[in-house]
């Protein structure tokens, strides 16, 4: 009991009383603290353990059957997911900062931070609502879901816009250079049919697809540059999607992109609650040098949540 | 190191007044619904494990009745007129629901979050667990589990085995998915429970409980705990995945998808090999107790049991493939599987050596734990040797999904894993409900249950061997006798564990008032109590060597044991 008492030093010195947040069952405020983050620890473990499972089933699948992943891959984003990584990491500075503003009772800034790293959150997941949305569209979806017949009409789509593109030189413009303000507002356009094309589309193009595949799979050429604005400089990519010669089983790729990323996005949403929770409660000073569990806590997982995307990110959309 | 103790006369003093303990604390259901004492809790998950194990239970009779003669015997009755399902259906969703309640309702809880949430902290000298809520909660989580079981059997049942094997599991008509649901909630019970052990171990022990004064029962759910943090995870995220390939055909575990079968039984022994572990070593801590206490003598080579205990852990971890020696798995695999499978035998055979030794020149009483304890040994050895077979290459192709699987994991479940909850509960019964039970009941019981599951499982061994397959609705006429002999044994363990019902609600109405230590026992619950006080300790309790007896006298006026160094607060 005494040993504990003096290891307490930087904590509840300032009152001999027991602090309000301190439980029945622990004798310091320090020893309760380091248990919280023992726990948190641990949980943390079974969190690395879950996702291990899908971990290993990519690796598996990925050693297997790498055409799968080969071929798979192009029809992800590759922007979209770079600014949700750069996202992500810009949300773990800010939930640091957050959890060092708790340590130093700096109420103000760690509710500043908790908002931002919130709001990184809501970009996340609204970023990923594009992405989900282009993928549905396009029939690119897991199981038993995935719509070949969408897949094939897409790609046709995909095929033509690069032949086109080959002969078109200005048409790079339109498909490689502003590649996010382009593509957020074009994908919004996915449920409204072709009322809304990208103003910058060559109307050859435009024609083309009309012909192609009548108005109903129009919304989705702009994924023209979803899919492929990404190969940098490389139109020839774009001729790597087979139209046929799609690799069989293919929906297993899409199986594994949509568990992997949808349970990580899971998690980010159980992160966000987290925030808004810590926000509300972090009231009346109640975050200080003596009482900072939960921040530091959520912080780790937030961290975690944050380490997993970092891993998912290559794996998926860059090898 | 001891804190001050004053009043020694203080328990005689307070005896005639009403004793002040943890089941009169406070009054009412929702003090028991919202309560965050872990010994509550503990009871509680006591109830819940029992009642499951008496549901797991009439499953068993039933198959084996079923199993009395060859073809129809009970199964038929059961039979819808006009339905679809036919008998040889009902009998696969027996045996799947009894293997799944045993398996994630009963063994599974059944020490750890049953016995180990009453006395855990108690042994350790803490006022309770780490996160008292968070323990609340796996309790919980438990109820919602056992809730989608009983869903599954209001759903048709599930006829897929307790192993979900793929790809039947993937395309069976009957309710897997709640099943599976369920299955996923009991994990993450047991996956709190396991944390909240950890940090209770490393963060409450008082001073002077060092790692190496905690009791062996300690050490057992320390490992435990371990492996429950780091398996049950992926347990959960298989099932999951299995959910959604059921769902919409995700192609990981199912061929007919582009999926690979052998790939979920990867997944599953991941887990499901190391919840064997979860299931053996609570009961083999709960047995290294009872054979020091109860032969009076310190534990033969304490350090190597413990660490017997971590190396299990570990080992269990590295011998999933052992399950899928038969299931294409590349020849080399299969020969380092069969390798470190055996390197499970010398940790294992550490602790059954150090009991025997424990017991060797003890004074060795034959309680009713002791019984149990005894027992342990005995059957886990029949059970470990014979996984001895199902680790050899050869012979395992011969054994195979034969009755000598059955009869293997029996012995070690249930004759190891049950018996050692069993003692358990026997040893800490007067403990936990400050009554003692009728001993003459007890001791028949225990004849029933012994002599009935050498006689049940004994015989599937030769029926195994002869090439009986396992789960079979019917059988070739050469079986008859042995499946007659089983039969009979399981009638009477069901004698048994009925005698044990009695005798053990006979003991909380109307049994004598137990002593706080009637067993000459030296670890911290038994200087609290019987039943313990609310908060266990007023005053943190005098840490000494838990396995030392000298200072432990008999005192014929209350009928138990007093301490010496640490007198009953």
Redo the contacts between chains.
């Keep these: 009991?005494?040993?504990?008492e003096t290891q307490t030093g930087h904590g509840d010195g300032h009152a001999h009383a027991h602090h309000p947040s301190q439980?029945?069952?622990w004798d310091t405020m320090r020893?309760q603290f380091?248990?919280g983050k023992?726990?948190m620890w641990?949980?943390l473990?079974?969190?690395i353990?879950?996702?291990?499972?899908?971990f290993?089933?990519y690796f598996?699948?990925r050693a297997?059957h790498p055409e799968l992943f080969e071929y798979g891959h192009h029809a992800l984003n590759k922007e979209m997911g770079a600014i949700n990584t750069v996202v992500l990491l810009v949300s773990s500075l800010t939930m640091a900062l957050g959890v060092r503003a708790a340590q130093t009772g700096n109420t103000k800034q760690l509710k500043l931070m908790l908002l931002v790293t919130f709001l990184c959150g809501c970009g996340f997941m609204g970023i990923k609502y594009f992405e989900y949305s282009a993928k549905i569209n396009h029939g690119y979806l897991?199981?038993?879901?995935f719509n070949y017949s969408k897949v094939k009409d897409h790609e046709r789509e995909a095929r033509d816009h690069a032949a086109e593109n080959a002969h078109a030189a200005h048409a790079e413009s339109v498909f490689g250079a502003p590649a996010v303000p382009v593509v957020v507002p074009a994908e919004k356009s996915v449920f409204v049919d072709a009322a809304r094309q990208p103003s910058g589309l060559a109307p050859e193009v435009r024609e083309m697809h009309a012909e192609d595949h009548g108005a109903d799979s129009h919304g989705a050429d702009s994924h023209g540059a979803d899919s492929h604005s990404g190969d940098s400089g490389g139109h020839s990519e774009a001729g790597l999607l087979p139209v046929d010669g799609r690799p069989?089983?293919i929906?297993?790729f899409f199986?594994?992109y949509f568990?992997m990323t949808a349970l990580h996005g899971i998690h980010v949403v159980i992160g966000m609650g987290l925030m808004l929770w810590l926000f509300f409660i972090s009231g009346d000073n109640r975050f200080g040098p003596s009482y900072f569990t939960p921040v530091e806590v959520t912080g780790l997982y937030w961290h975690l949540v944050d380490l997993i995307w970092i891993f998912l990110f290559p794996l998926l959309y860059l090898i | 190191m001891n804190?001050p103790e004053t009043g020694t006369a203080a328990p005689v003093a307070e005896a005639p007044a009403v004793p002040h303990h943890y089941l009169n604390h406070s009054k009412g259901f929702l003090s028991w619904a919202l309560t965050l004492d872990h010994k509550r809790i503990g009871i509680m998950y006591l109830i819940g494990v029992l009642s499951c194990f008496a549901l797991g239970g009439m499953f068993a009779l039933l198959l084996r009745t079923e199993l009395w003669a060859p073809g129809d015997t009970i199964a038929g009755i059961f039979v819808k007129k006009g339905g679809t399902k036919t008998a040889q259906d009902i009998y696969n969703m027996w045996f799947t629901v009894h293997g799944a309640v045993m398996v994630f309702l009963v063994i599974i809880p059944g020490v750890p979050a049953a016995l180990g949430n009453f006395v855990l902290p108690i042994m350790l000298g803490?006022?309770?667990v780490?996160?008292?809520r968070?323990n609340l909660g796996s309790f919980y989580l438990w109820c919602l589990g056992a809730i989608f079981f009983i869903l599954t059997l209001f759903m048709g049942g599930v006829d897929a085995g307790w192993t979900f094997y793929t790809p039947y599991s993937a395309i069976t008509s009957t309710a897997v998915i709640p099943a599976l649901v369920g299955v996923f909630i009991l994990g993450f019970s047991s996956?709190f429970t396991?944390?909240?052990f950890?940090?209770t171990i490393?963060?409450?022990r008082?001073?002077g409980m060092t790692w190496f004064r905690m009791p062996l029962f300690l050490w057992g759910s320390y490992a435990t705990a371990v492996i429950q943090?780091?398996?049950?995870?992926?347990l959960?995220?298989?099932l999951l995945?299995l959910i959604?390939?059921r769902t919409?055909?995700?192609?990981?575990f199912t061929p007919e998808?582009?999926?690979?079968p052998v790939?979920f039984q990867h997944?599953f022994w991941f887990y499901s090999h190391p919840a064997v572990y979860i299931m053996i070593l609570p009961a083999m801590g709960i047995v290294s107790e009872i054979i020091s206490v109860h032969s009076h003598k310190r534990p033969f080579g304490y350090q190597f049991i413990a660490y017997s205990s971590v190396a299990i852990a570990i080992f269990g971890f590295l011998v999933w493939g052992h399950h899928m020696f038969t299931s294409t798995q590349s020849p080399a695999m299969n020969a380092i599987f069969s390798a470190i499978t055996f390197s499970v035998s010398i940790p294992s055979a550490i602790k059954v050596f150090n009991w025997l030794a424990t017991m060797w020149g003890g004074s060795i009483r034959l309680t009713v734990p002791m019984l149990y304890g005894l027992s342990f040994i005995f059957l886990f050895s029949i059970g470990g040797l014979t996984g001895l077979y199902l680790g050899t290459l050869s012979t395992d192709v011969h054994f195979h999904d034969t009755y000598f699987v059955v009869a293997h994991f029996h012995y070690v479940m249930m004759g190891s894993a049950l018996i050692g909850m069993f003692g358990g509960l026997h040893h800490w019964w007067p403990k936990m409900t400050g009554r003692l039970y009728n001993g003459k009941l007890a001791r028949i019981a225990w004849a029933f249950v012994f002599v009935g599951f050498n006689v049940t499982f004994f015989t599937q061994f030769l029926l195994g061997s002869q090439g009986m397959p396992r789960r079979y609705y019917d059988y070739l006429p050469r079986y008859e006798i042995y499946h007659k002999i089983s039969t009979i044994g399981s009638y009477m363990m069901a004698v048994g564990f009925a005698i044990m019902g009695v005798y053990l609600l006979q003991s909380i109405f109307g049994g004598k008032k137990a002593p706080a230590n009637p067993w000459g026992a030296n670890t911290l619950e038994w200087h609290c109590t019987s039943p313990p006080p609310h908060?266990n300790f007023k005053t943190?309790p005098a840490i000494e060597d838990c396995y030392d007896y000298s200072g432990i006298d008999y005192d014929p006026a209350i009928g138990g044991y007093t301490s010496r160094a640490n007198p009953p607060k």
């Excluded at chain 1, 897991?142 to 879901?145: A, I, T, Y």
């Excluded at chain 2, 943090?229 to 992926?234: M, N, Q, Y």
């Excluded at chain 2, 919409?248 to 990981?252: E, F, R, S, Y």
């Design positions: 009991m005494s040993e504990h439980s029945h069952h020893q380091e248990a023992l726990g641990l949980f473990a079974t969190e353990l879950f996702f291990g499972g899908l290993c089933a598996i699948y297997n897991l199981g038993s879901m069989p089983n929906h297993i199986s594994i568990m | 804190p803490a006022k309770d780490a996160f008292p968070l996956i396991g944390m909240n950890i940090v490393h963060k409450l008082p001073p943090v780091l398996a049950t995870p992926v959960a995220i298989t995945l959604m390939e919409l055909h995700v192609g990981i998808y582009g999926g690979d790939l997944f908060d943190p």
